[in-house]
């Protein structure tokens, strides 16, 4: 960890106490500003509780009282808080900087920051960049979005290190001088309207990661999405990717190829779809940027199978295949999914309703046979079966579900999980709900 006076005796209020809020308190408390927490639960952690009042932290719980930022300087704030809330709209119009971890992650870290975001792909780039970086002999560190917090892992990082940070539209709204090395964005689509209101607000919010990134820093983009980057005031340099067309880095003639050069066959990479490819092409120009070798680079897409709940291939039931794609939280990343088989599909989808219209997966639906759907959005996923002609089958959850799928299922089909919406109506999280499928594959193997 650098050192870093900014906050010192800054009066900061940390809001909410989800893992990047504790990782905030005690990043602040260590470089000595005065720290409130406040959260609407009611605060529980007994033990945290008495720590935090040993250095000075104020908690203020069950509520986000106006009267703190009377003396406020700055705000850190979860990510998924809104700023519709009346705390943080009172707050802007004090014109209270507010700001996530990943603020505090840029002023402390000693390490390089590679950043990587994107509507889908960015977890998959950022574990695939990670084992590029290790079998090239570096020293990555996965943080952000992915579970780690930023500040924690900037707090950790050494110069040897290299931060491979994950981040959120949410994350990146909270960003004033936060500035990467190297920014991926994978691509950006319609997504997170129920945060940010508009599409061109999730885009705006995309975009701040190369806000403050300068000609020694690189950012590499979907060459698809060029027109996205037209009359932005971008000082870094820019690299493209794409599947279609000569760039940086694409796939041509079933080769994958880098600057010019080919670094292997597409079809010796273990991961598949169009989708994946994007991903992988992204992935070779950060890690290209980086230094790694081609051997390290070609011994990872040979052994790289993919991450949990992302098209997460389980095995083999009756010569079924089955395939879990929890995290496949809105049509794009299902329409990827569904575009990656050509096999008969029975489709395991459902989940809370964020009034979205699910015809637009119709175009890459010809070759399911069946749905069985679950939640809030079941009665959608059935009016899609009719139009679809085929039929469609109503479950309790993903677990039922795919008790339902082997009933039906032939060898050579492919039991698809990829739900299209969220889970919170059910569950907390895209990975208990894959998780919880993953126990019925268990159950039936």
């Known amino acids: 960890m650098k050192p870093f006076s900014g906050y010192e005796n800054k009066n900061i209020i940390v809001l909410g106490y989800g893992r990047s809020g504790k990782s905030a308190v ?7 500003a005065n720290v409130t927490l406040t959260t609407n639960e009611v605060f529980s952690d007994e033990e945290a509780e008495q720590k935090y009042k040993a250095w000075g932290v104020e908690i203020v719980d069950g509520h986000h009282p106006v009267n703190l930022l009377n003396d406020a300087d700055l705000i850190v704030k979860n990510p998924g808080i809104p700023y ?4 943080l709209k009172e707050a802007a119009e004090r014109k209270i900087p507010i700001v996530t971890d990943v603020e505090i992650a840029h002023h402390l870290s000693e390490a390089p920051i590679y950043a990587l975001t994107g509507t889908n792909g960015k977890t998959t780039c950022t574990h695939l960049l990670g084992e590029m970086l290790e079998h090239g002999g570096s020293s990555p560190i996965l943080c952000g979005n992915i579970g780690y917090p930023a500040s924690a892992a900037a707090m950790e990082a050494t110069r040897d290190d290299t931060l ?3 981040l959120s539209s949410f994350q990146l709204m909270g960003i004033e001088e936060f500035r990467p090395d190297i920014a991926v964005i994978t691509n950006i689509y319609e997504a997170h309207l129920d945060y940010h209101g508009t599409v061109e607000e999730y885009v705006h919010a995309k975009l701040e990661i190369f806000k403050n990134m300068t000609a020694d820093d690189l950012l590499i983009f979907n060459k698809k999405q060029a027109h996205l980057l037209e009359n932005r005031d971008i000082k870094c340099r820019v690299q493209y990717f794409d599947t279609e067309s000569e760039a940086d880095a694409y796939a041509a003639d079933g080769n994958l190829i880098v600057h010019g050069e080919v670094v292997m066959q597409v079809q010796d990479a273990v991961l598949k779809g169009e989708h994946n ?13 980086h ?5 390290a680079i070609k011994k990872t897409l040979a052994t790289f199978s993919g991450i949990s709940h992302r098209l997460e291939r389980l095995g083999a039931i009756d010569d079924v295949i089955y395939y879990n794609d929890s995290k496949a939280t809105n049509n794009l990343a299902t329409s990827f999914a569904l575009k990656s088989f050509d096999t008969p599909v029975i489709w395991l989808a459902g989940g809370l309703d964020r009034g979205q219209s699910l015809d637009e997966l ?3 639906a010809g070759h399911v046979k069946r749905i069985v759907t679950f939640g809030e959005t079941a009665p959608k996923f059935e009016a899609l079966a009719e139009k679809l002609n085929i039929p469609a ?4 959850n993903p677990y039922t579900g795919i008790e339902i799928t082997r009933h039906y299922a032939e060898p050579g089909d492919t039991v ?9 109506d059910q569950y907390k999280d895209y990975e208990r709900r894959g998780d919880h499928f993953k126990e019925g594959f268990a159950k039936l193997s």
Do not use: H, R
């Not at 519709?84 to 705390?87: H, L, M």
């Not at 230094?291 to 051997?295: M, Q």
């Not at 089958?393 to 309790?396: F, G, R, S, Y």
């Open 291 to 295: 230094g790694v070798n081609k051997d």
């Open 393 to 396: 089958e109503l479950t309790e």
């Open 362 to 364: 119709m175009q890459y």
């Open 84 to 87: 519709s809330i009346t705390f």
């Open 277 to 289: 490819i994007e991903n992988i092409l992204a992935t070779l120009l950060a890690a290209a940027a």
């Open 164 to 166: 491979l940070m994950e």
């Open 416 to 424: 698809l999980f990829s739900p299209a919406c969220a889970s919170w």
């Open 26 to 32: 005690n990043a602040l408390v260590s470089l000595g």
